[in-house]
């Protein structure tokens, strides 16, 4: 089984119109605990070979993409039907901010 499956861990009530504050608690806590908070990660490497450098940051690219993906998805699943419109960007920060946006002003 992957390391990344949390769906069946969450014992949390998905997001809905009015437990942004609590649900958002949660799925942070799901987030670290399955080493996938940091969704977004700056690639920064001291690699004096522009050839090594550009190897690691290729590897360092698809990791993040993949990552990203998997946090998406996780999140995509703790939500209710009245949030989906807020998973339309793969950037995983700007759909945890517009949740907060769309959530804070209900």
Known sequence: MSNFTMTCSSHFPKLNDKNYVKWAMCMEVELVQ??????????????QDPVVWQGEY?????????KMN??????I??????????MQSCDTMEIWVTLEVQCSWR
């Open 77 to 86: 699943m703790q939500v209710k039907d009245g949030q989906f419109s807020c």
């Open 58 to 66: 290729e590897k360092q690219k698809k990791w993040s993409v993949q």
């Open 34 to 47: 399955h080493k996938l908070w940091d969704g977004i990660i700056k690639i920064t490497l001291n690699v």
């Open 70 to 75: 998997k946090v998406r998805a996780e999140i």
